[in-house]
């Protein structure tokens, strides 16, 4: 019992202890699920919860904004005066609007900018009228519209029909008497752009200076016109150059090197003069 109670208590070598082989220690690695393994995909991870922020009343027209957007298209169709009860009969047909959500819709069309209030209208109650860019609804409008302008600038025509939708019979009409100067589309040949015309400033040329005018002929080509144009003493601006013309290449300048005069320190002479003889 001794002999195996010293054995068991003796020390292991030092040699033994310093060259023992460390156990090398791994954490355990997951073991892979059926589902993450079948068809060779990777297995997704669940998506994170995010809140995004959501606009306040999603549904179709149930916003402010889109009632106020109806009730503009509404009285741009009209095209006349209409009263509040009308817009908001238009504009909230199944009958249901809180006092909060009619008096900010009233507020939002009365100071609309593209709307127009006159508050004396409908009996004292007031009335709405889509207001476009130009405030122009027929010809007589049109034409004084344009001799208040302060510029000469065109008006588009596109612009007019915002309160004018029938304003292309009226612009024909008033080109044919000569009162518009009209551009027109080269696709359909609808009109474009609009400006003021005096029809006293035109003046009617007779027809036979007209066919004498159209009866002149002109060369058929840039080289006959040139020619042309050089029997009668005239300098064309396509003048070909001669290529037989020695052109002289440019003298270069000679670069002049600068002289500087003679500079003095008169003002520094006592200052420079040498004074070393006067050294002890």
Known sequence: MSSFNSATSSPMPKANRLNAPSQPTSAPSPTPSNSSNMGGTKRKRPDINITYSQPMLTGTGESLLSKVHYALRYLQDKGTWLSFQEILNYCFANGEITDNVRHAFKRVITSHDRVEYDPAANKGKGAYRFKPKHNVRNADELRAYLQKRPNAQGISVKELKEGWPDA???????????????????????????????????????????????????????????????????????????PNAVVKPKEKKRKTTRKSGKQTNVHMVGILRDYSHKRK
């Open 168 to 242: 292309v019979k009226s612009i024909d009409l008033l080109e044919k008497r000569g009162e518009l100067l009209v551009t027109r589309m080269k696709k359909d040949n609808a009109p474009k752009m609009v400006w003021q015309n005096d029809p006293t400033l035109t003046y009617n040329i007779e027809p036979e200076f007209k066919n004498a005018w159209h009866s002149i002929q002109l060369p058929a080509n840039m080289d006959e016109l040139r020619s042309k144009l050089e029997a009668a003493g005239l300098k064309p601006t396509s003048a070909s150059k001669d």
